[in-house]
């Protein structure tokens, strides 16, 4: 009865780190909009990025955001 439960645990543990990735965010880069996996912190260190949305947990709905919002990816935009 304990190994099931500390299997599911363990998976479970396993899988968390990888839940917190799944997120997609459109980010502000250079004037241009970008959707990218790297958290707001990353992106704003390494690119001087902003982020234009909330995170969203599947690609396709972040580019859909960008797409309504911005025109797309590519789509001109601005951080002030």
Not at 7 to 19: E, F, I
Not at 22 to 32: F, K, S
Not at 39 to 68: D, H, K, V, W, Y
């Amino acid at each position: 009865m304990r190994r099931p439960f500390l299997a599911l645990a363990a998976a479970l543990a396993v899988l968390a780190p990888a839940a917190a990735l799944a997120d997609y965010y459109a980010y502000c880069v250079r004037g241009r909009i970008q959707v990218d996996q790297r958290s707001p912190e990353e992106m704003r260190r390494n690119l001087g990025a902003c982020p234009m949305s909330q995170g969203f947990s599947t690609r396709s709905s972040a580019e859909s955001f960008a797409r309504r919002n911005f025109g797309g990816i590519g789509g001109s935009c601005s951080c002030r």
